[in-house]
């Protein structure tokens, strides 16, 4: 019987024996060893290699010769982060806690800014009602216009209270909503605002996502639909503004907004960021985040590097002179006409 | 003259047969049950999550029930397991933390092989169901890795009862390896705002099998028999690895287990009403 145990107990034992050894990724602060490691993850997980015609097989032999052993975190980080920046997406970031975040923000030059603080809280700001930090709301123009702020979609305003907003609004002409500066945040609040301006479940883009390694390893796209809230709707005038800080979700958002048929996009071209991002790790416990998961528009489009508005308006130094925003007086203008 | 001798032998039968029964009554069928707490090893690897090993601590409590059923005269058994377990694991630069909770379930039925009085083989069926997740303190997007599994695997425990100084201990064996059953397998790069959110979970469940599973618990464990009690000892080792859609994981568990068994009998429903067989302070 002894025999016949160990018969048995001997493939359980071994299976203990071999599982027990997996333990080849351990700490390790070899710059090398990071370098590859953080190449690899891109290499394997970013899904924008052919859209932006990057060779990241070229860009691993330009910048693999800095790597050396002796060289400090500071320009390990910075090497890591002159590589990631040749992918030219701000939803790449490096983390370290002893050296900092790496983020790409090349998409910003050349866009004037179209965002002025000051004369927001001078002329359209004073008055208005701050549901926190971040959003605010108010009837502006004597009442005709409602007008709501929203500058982060990190922060969610809840559907009672989109509900108690958008009643005040109920006797305006149009609505503004203004998301100049909104860096994104989820998007699970920002589709609960663009939910309010619908009445019948809309095809607002599509999703795809990696299936493999390899950089065409893709998914066929997949079709995201957004559904009317079941709170108060407005299916009159909107006009969405716009500058080019407007980033991720918020990219997202302009992207569905600008499906709706009552819905105009007025402004600056947005920022992008399309990619849905995963985050991972290296060996020696720094972050990596990378773009995914490219989120399309409604034609099968990239809007990586962003959408163009209907109407495009900058600000300018006379108004600013004024207190005047251009933007929200243009929008202003043709909600009333 | 043959008629009656086919009386009588119908009659023998027929009394053989309720003494039988009332053999199985006089013998009621008792249940042991045990429940056991567990503490230790950790070893979590999810690259959904994560290319590295996290390594930490975990903690258990499992319940389990076993009991001769009435078919097959007393050659057949069954075992329930319900095993609820967390683990608290970091990773090789101890700067991120992994927490998983999983809770599984295994119904097995063993057929039971007696060799000589102290030693017993029971082998047999065992279906598992799993669910459970792993959240990653640092990942935005991607924190959670959501496990489910149902499977159809073999079941084997060996019985052993020895002395020690006249002192009664009872020892066992015990492995579970499952062969084959459906899986929660997310392709590749999906995301979770992709599959529930946007409603993308085609493809997400996977026929399992040794290709791209294996999975197995050794469970030892010793009774010892303390004036009215019976005190548990254990150690259970838990294997997980699969490899779907270039998403590997293994979770690997060390746990030293300790807790209490009862045998008791099952007087539920009508057998209850049989008041000469139990003194109930209820019925």
Redesign the interface.
Known sequence: MTRYIAYIMCPALLCLYLTGCDFEDEYNVSPRRNFESLWKIIDENYCFFEYKNVNWDNIYSRYSPEIEEQMSDYDLFRIMSDMLDELQDGHVNLLSSNVGISSYDGWLNGYPSNFNTEVLRNTYWSRSQNYNDIVKHNRIVDNQIGYIYYGSFKESILEKDLDNIFSTFSYCKGIIIDVRDNGGGSITNSDRLASRFLNEKTLCGYIRHKTGKGHDDFSDPYPIYLTPSHGYLWLKPVIVITNRKCYSATNNFVSKMKVLPSVTILGGRTGGGSGFPFTSELPNGWSIRFSTSPILDVDKQHTEFGIEPDIEVDLTDEDIKENKDTLIEEAVRILLN | MGKIIAFILLNLCMVCQSAGQENDEEIPRSMNEGTLLGFGTS?I?DTYL????YNGWGARILNERMKTISAGKGRYSRQQIINVDITSTR??????NDFGTFIDYSLSYHYRIP??SS?K?LAGLSTHLMGGFIYNT?????PLSAKVDIDLGIS?I?LYGLKVKDHPLTLR?Q?ELPFGGLFFSP?????Y??MF??G?TSDVIAFNSFHNK?A?K?YLTVDIPIRHFTLRLGYL?S?Y?SET??INT?M?SHSFMIGWVKEFIVLGGKRSNNKSRVNSSYY
Do not use: Q
């Open positions: 070893n690897k994560s290319p590295f090993n990773n090789p630069a101890e700067n991120v060799f000589g030693i083989l640092r990942n935005g997007n991607n084997m060996i064996y492995t392709p590749y790069g999906i995301s705002y992709e959110n946007e993308n294996f197995v050794n080792n294997l690895y859609n270039d293994h690997i």
